[in-house]
């Protein structure tokens, strides 16, 4: 068994590989980001596991149907047989389907415990939906703020040019250690939102009155970018996400940087 | 012609399988909530309890994290002045919460508490909590609400923090 | 009694009074399809705003207002009454009846829902417009609805009462109508998926009955089943939305299980393959339905044991699916076979629902479904599952029954190009959107980012040749009921089918089976 796992793991690599080769030849994503943090990482490498396990299922009994079209026609001669019934194979194509069940059902049992873990978070970032914008707090901290869309009225009526990161750029985005595990406790102001970025591999819903958490430990320095995944209302689909990812030292810097400009504003506000 | 079968027991069978259906429904809210209260989806936490004295178990220490959320419109000015407690299961806690109504009118609000994980939220108890009750404040007022809790110690080892949130909702228009 | 033997009365009255099956049978099949135009050019309008990045046609609001629309009444206007229109028209013929058990009850639960669907149709006319949360219409955001909200309600509970009735009288009908001789294992497949579909519509249709009575007594009552201030819980929406949700997915496609395995048979001249197994899998899928609800709710956070349960329980489904698809694929096995037009949509329904079980597969596994859930991943699911899936079937069972219903052939060459034109088309719109939903677009938006512009542009062109193909169907059934083509034989097809239908005239007489027919026929034809 272990080995027939080795091979499908092997076979979803090449697969992938030979996938995103072409996706980059052709700048055109159409697969699952493989994302920069661990859960992200189980969440592709189950994706490949199932999509090469049906494709594998698919071309088994797709190519059956075609052969029998092809092969079994009435316009070439063929005569039909009178089998209707044999419990042996009918057997057999209950039991290898829940076999293969089974085998994907230990990875996506792994993922999803350590998915849920938030254990030994080093810091915890309150994320709230609004209607429709983001407000991040940053616990014990005592940073907090909204990440508001920044695509221009402009550019979504099409009187100037729409930039690269259409409808996917805010004016402050959420900035965030890399290598730290990163708990995120969601709750919404008014309806339910989603909070998604795929890279991070965390989709949670934000409810009004209930928090929820998930986690996440950045790999790589970057920029993620993801939408609001539930329907909020009239401006759904203006709810963007980013996320920049700093090296801790960078971050220390942020955070001071962010207190100090807090006491400036309080001080001139004295003064 | 056909023998004319009597159709009526049979459907007076499936009408009130179909009533029945729609009393489920209805059940589901209660049952819902008792199901919520034993996994602890969505964490709620449970109601007043005595205080009762607990075994303190001083090997372990865990973090009880505090958010506070306006819901909506809500005007009120609420937060709570410690962003966190550490203690030992059966150890027990006072933690402040401020609220004050800025605004000109008199107001009703009400507090809701979630508690993340959601299996967490079971081994909260709260002695005294002002999410018990409505909160009127009158305009202009302050108040310190307190919560008086404690952790029961058959709490899991593997849940090592905690974060209550309480979400403030206006109710002005409905007591 | 005086004119019970003869034809229908005249005019607009045989409609409106008729408890006749059949008529009844034609009037939701008419219905269905009218609302499928109607469901259909809200599509259209859909994929014109979306051909492009930005805001081109209709407002983010309007946008909604269309989607929520769109869901409706393709779900509760044309799937599901166009699935009843088939009972109607079928199910007296196939075990032996002279009509439906409760004929009056027959002619309420059609002519409940034109009235519910003008009313849901006419909220775009009112104040603050058209319902726009969606049509799982989840609280709280269907609480601060518009104030049409409460129409869109009234409208739901009509469909519920309709299909209700609707699933009674199917019931009913079987257990008691038969004719002697045919036990329930003899009965034709199709009358088992409907049985089936007909229990589960009961269990479920309360349950969304009770869901929008929560929602309109927290709307104007001050009850708070879903408001948290009121110690409700929004969540608790989705667990009652989904529980009648799951099994309402099946109600929509069981009937299409039965009508491929009628259809299969008779263009591979064998039997259907595993017969018992296949009723055995009917049951299986609709009991499984109702512990899998909260497959649609991983993002809400539940505790791992719930996922887990809900999970597993979702993979299983895969086991008697995939005995379904197997035995069909033994069915066409060593046939003999030709492709007329219904076979050409049943084979369709074969290739393309599989791949919709694939994706379904996928979506099952938590961990993975974190990714794909709300996205364009789920959009091509489902619409794989319930375009190429309950409305392929409907097309194919269309084309196979009509030349029974109106005596004439319908013009098989134009049939042929239907399909076609439908199968690729369809390919277009809905592949791509796999692609789209990996690559991190969310579904209900209006806009996107710049990257999902080519796929979108490809499933736009897609999308509407497909809309434009349907008017093709349309053209090619009135043809075929005007008489304007070939006379059909009363076994319609070569080889002699099977079925009590076929021992019929093509068309039937307006009243058929007023004697039983023969055990021995009974026995030939099962």
């Not at chain 3, 393709?74 to 032996?96: C, S």
């Not at chain 3, 319908?410 to 809905?430: C, D, M, Q, R, V």
């Amino acid at each position: 068994m272990h080995k027939a796992l080795r091979l499908v793991q092997l076979c979803c690599i090449l697969i992938g590989s030979l996938l995103s080769s072409v996706a980059s030849a052709t700048g055109l994503q159409y697969n699952m980001t493989r994302g920069v943090t661990p859960v992200s990482h189980a969440q592709y490498d189950l994706h490949m596991t199932v999509l090469f396990i049906v494709t594998a299922i698919g071309v088994l009994v797709f190519g059956l149907l075609i052969f029998s079209i092809f092969r079994y026609r009435k316009s070439k001669g063929a005569k039909a047989a009178t089998f209707h019934e044999n419990v042996q194979i009918e057997v057999i194509w209950t039991v290898i389907p829940f076999v293969i069940l089974m085998v994907l059902a230990v990875p996506a049992t792994k993922t999803l415990i350590a998915m849920e873990d938030t254990r030994k978070s080093e810091m915890t970032i309150a994320v709230t939906g609004y209607q429709w914008y983001w407000h991040y707090e940053y616990l014990n901290e005592d940073i907090s703020f909204y990440s508001n869309p920044a695509t221009t009225a402009e550019e979504i009526a099409g009187l100037v040019p729409k930039s690269g990161y259409y409808q996917l750029e805010v004016d402050k985005p959420l900035v965030v250690p890399t290598n730290t595990k990163i708990r995120f406790a969601f709750s919404a102001n008014d309806v339910i939102h989603a909070w998604w970025v795929p890279a991070l591999g965390v989709k949670r819903d934000t409810i009004p009155g209930f928090i929820n958490e998930s986690w996440a430990v950045i790999e790589e320095v970057g920029t993620y970018r993801g939408q609001c995944a539930e329907l909020c209302g009239v401006r759904h689909g203006y709810m963007p996400i980013v996320v920049e990812a700093i090296t801790p030292e960078e971050f220390e810097a942020w955070v001071a940087e962010q207190k100090g400009g807090l006491e400036e504003v309080i001080e001139e506000s004295e003064a | 012609m056909q023998e004319k079968r009597n159709h009526k027991p049979l459907l007076y069978k499936l009408l009130l399988a179909v009533f029945c259906m729609f009393l489920f429904a209805f059940a589901l809210v209660p049952l819902y909530d008792t199901f919520c209260e034993v996994t602890g989806i969505n964490g709620k936490t449970g109601g007043r309890i005595r205080a009762a004295i607990e075994e303190i178990d001083t090997s372990r220490i865990i973090r009880l994290e505090f958010i506070t959320h306006n819901n909506q419109e809500m005007p009120w000015e609420f937060y709570v002045t410690q962003p966190y407690i550490d203690l030992h299961p059966g150890e027990v806690k006072q933690v402040d919460f401020y609220a004050r109504n800025p605004t000109d009118i008199d107001m009703v609000g009400q507090t809701i508490p979630s508690v993340s994980p959601g299996v967490g939220a079971r081994y909260i108890k709260k002695t005294e909590c002002f999410c018990f009750d409505f909160q009127p404040l009158k305009a202009g007022a302050e108040e310190v609400m307190p919560v008086v809790l404690f952790l029961d110690p058959k709490i899991p080892d593997h849940i090592e923090e905690l974060t209550l949130s309480y979400t403030l909702f206006d109710i002005t228009d409905r007591s | 009694m005086g004119d019970h033997h003869h034809g229908p009365a005249k005019g607009l009255s045989r409609w409106l009074l008729t408890t006749n099956h059949k008529d009844i049978g034609t009037l939701y099949l008419w219905f269905a399809f009218i609302m499928f135009l109607v469901g259909g050019a809200f599509a259209m309008v859909i994929r014109m705003e979306l051909f492009q990045p930005g805001n081109q046609l209709v407002s983010p609001n309007t946008f909604n207002q269309l989607t929520t629309m769109h869901g409706l009444i393709m779900v509760f206007g044309a799937i599901m009454p166009a699935f009843t229109g088939f009972a109607n028209w079928l199910i007296p013929m196939m075990v032996g009846a002279p009509d439906m058990a409760l004929p009056r009850m027959n002619n309420w639960s059609f002519w409940i829902l034109p009235f519910a669907f003008a009313i849901l149709l006419s909220s775009w006319f009112m104040d603050g417009g058209a319902p726009n949360f969606g049509w799982t219409f989840y609280a709280p955001l269907s609480t601060q609805g518009p104030p049409s909200t409460d129409f869109f309600i009234l409208s739901v509970h009509m469909m519920g009462i309709s299909s209700i009735m609707g699933a009674i009288n199917v019931i009913v009908t079987i257990f008691n109508m038969r004719a002697p001789g045919m036990t329930l294992m003899k009965m034709p497949i199709f009358c088992w998926s409907w049985l089936i579909t007909a229990f589960l519509l009961i269990a479920v249709m309360p349950i969304l009955a009770a869901a929008v009575t929560m929602l309109l007594t927290d709307r104007n009552f001050g009850t708070s089943f879903f408001d948290a201030a009121g110690g409700g819980d929004p969540v608790l929406f989705q667990h009652i939305f989904w529980f009648f949700g799951h099994p309402e997915v099946y109600i929509m496609i069981l009937p299409a299980f039965g009508i491929v395995s009628e259809i299969l048979p008779t263009f591979t001249r064998k039997r259907l393959f595993g017969r018992v197994s296949m009723i055995y899998a009917i049951v299986a899928i609709a009991g499984l339905s109702f512990i899998v609800w909260a497959h649609h709710m991983f993002t809400t956070g539940m505790p791992v044991i719930a996922g887990l349960f809900f999970m597993y329980a979702t993979m299983l489904i895969a086991v008697p699916t995939g005995v379904k698809i197997f035995n069909w694929a033994a069915t066409i096995f060593r046939g003999a076979l030709t492709f007329e037009t219904p076979m050409l949509f049943a084979l369709g329904f074969v290739f393309l629902f599989t791949i919709g079980g694939f994706s379904g597969l996928m979506l099952a596994l938590i961990p993975a479904d974190i990714q794909y859930h709300d996205t364009y991943f789920v959009v091509a699911h489902f619409h794989y599952v319930l375009v190429s899936g309950a409305l392929f079937s409907i097309f194919a069972g269309a084309y196979y029954w009509l030349p029974k219903w109106t005596g004439t052939m319908y013009n098989e060459t134009l049939g042929k190009f239907h399909f076609w034109l439908s199968a690729i088309s369809f390919n277009i719109t809905f592949f791509p959107m796999h692609f789209m939903g990996l690559a991190g677009m969310p579904r209900r938006i209006p806009d996107y980012a710049l990257q999902f512009a080519d796929f979108n542009r490809i499933s736009s062109i897609g999308s509407f040749v497909f809309g434009l193909s349907q008017l093709l169907f349309l053209y090619i059934i009135i043809q075929a009921i005007r008489g304007k083509g070939k006379k059909a034989t009363d076994e319609v097809w070569d080889d002699h089918p099977r079925g009590l239908e076929w021992t019929l005239s093509s068309p039937p007489a307006y009243h058929t089976f007023e004697t039983p027919p023969s055990e021995k026929l009974v026995e030939e034809h099962h």
